[in-house]
């Protein structure tokens, strides 16, 4: 079985508002890409990925009049892809939701979250997503409530062989410091994001090790926009969240890689950002599936849908182009026995 994480930049401009596809010429949310030559790129990659099911990082708004499912299975039928279902949870206001796309014939997938609804009163003990986590992060007598911008979905999957598991998709919070306007602010700002990213990241890690207690088998992918050595602002807290998220016991190869990185040595990539006031692309390792002791014992093979860095879509120049047009992110794989 194969599954797949892919980050769609600005997946929703692509629809309009009753969520059928604008395949025209007008802009995309991506730099020079039109919404016509996105779509297509978009289908070519899905095509290509040929995947079980696909983790929906920023998938299409739902809202009053918008619904990410309807607009996702209407992508797959317009593409006679095979993850023609789609599955969601708590949506949320950014316009980038967490979907599933799957095959129904290879799995079946439902919402299932767990934790307590504690709405913003908050509790300590990884609540439901969609509430508020408590948590002291600098250790000063201070609660912070923290809640995300995207709720992770958490998902009860099944494949067709029988074989159950737990599957979350999430998108950790950037850190990007929008609005600041000196040097100071910057700092301040870069601080605190990170500050609200590593508690998302104990918060996700107390549900995984609450499947893991259950001796559940567990798979989180998503975008974490994280890694070791990221930002200057990382010793502050002394691990970045992928750190944390893989604990002693989650694996994900391309995030040891990084963890044990020594100079000199290359670090995988799953995103490639235009700097437009340096003249230059800025490469990332940000998107990762990582799974249980039970899953690692399935023989699971990771991949990064690289368009330089992966010697099969190298060979492949429309699938290069297609890549490169789609999305600022490539796709994550991961083929397993189960």
Not at 6 to 29: I, M, P, Q, R
Not at 45 to 67: K, S
Not at 213 to 227: F, S
Request: a negative charge; aromatic letters at 8%; charged letters at 25%.
């Amino acid at each position: 079985m194969r599954l797949a994480t892919y980050n769609v930049e600005w997946f929703t401009n692509l629809f309009d508002d009753n969520d059928k596809l604008l395949l025209d010429d007008g802009w995309s949310g991506r730099r020079d890409v039109t919404r016509a030559a996105q779509i297509e790129a978009l289908a070519k990659v899905f095509t290509a990925l040929d995947a079980d099911a696909v983790m929906v990082i920023e998938a299409p708004n739902t809202g009053r009049r918008r619904d990410t499912v309807r607009a996702l299975e209407g992508f797959a039928a317009a593409f006679d892809l095979r993850v023609r279902r789609t599955v969601m949870g708590f949506a949320n206001t950014t316009h980038q939701e967490i979907a599933l796309m799957y095959d129904p014939d290879a799995l079946s997938a439902c919402h299932d979250p767990r934790g307590d609804e504690v709405g913003r009163k908050g509790s300590r003990d990884a609540p439901r997503f969609d509430g508020t986590f408590r948590i002291d992060l600098d250790i000063d007598a201070q609660e912070d409530l923290v809640q995300f911008s995207k709720p992770p979905l958490e998902l009860a999957v099944e494949t067709a062989g029988g074989f159950g598991f737990r599957l979350i998709g999430a998108h950790l919070k950037s850190k990007a410091p929008h609005g600041a306007e000196s040097p100071q602010a910057v700092m301040r700002l870069s601080i605190a994001n990170r500050r609200k990213q590593l508690a998302q990241a104990i918060w996700l890690r107390g549900r995984i090790d609450m499947h893991l207690a259950e001796t559940t088998p567990v798979m989180l992918m998503g975008d974490l926009n994280d890694g070791p050595g990221l930002d200057e602002y990382e010793h502050l807290f002394g691990r970045s969240s992928v750190e944390i998220l893989l604990g002693g016991d989650m694996f994900d190869p391309h995030a040891k890689q990084a963890t044990r990185r020594r100079p000199g040595a290359a670090v995988p990539s799953t995103a490639r950002f235009h700097l437009r006031d340096q003249g230059r692309y800025l490469s990332a390792l940000l998107d990762y599936i990582m799974v249980s002791p039970e899953l690692m014992a399935r023989r699971p093979a990771w991949r990064i849908w690289h368009p330089f860095e992966d010697a099969r879509c190298w060979q492949m120049p429309d699938l290069c182009d297609a890549l490169l047009t789609a999305s600022d992110h490539f796709p994550v794989t991961l083929d397993i026995d189960i």
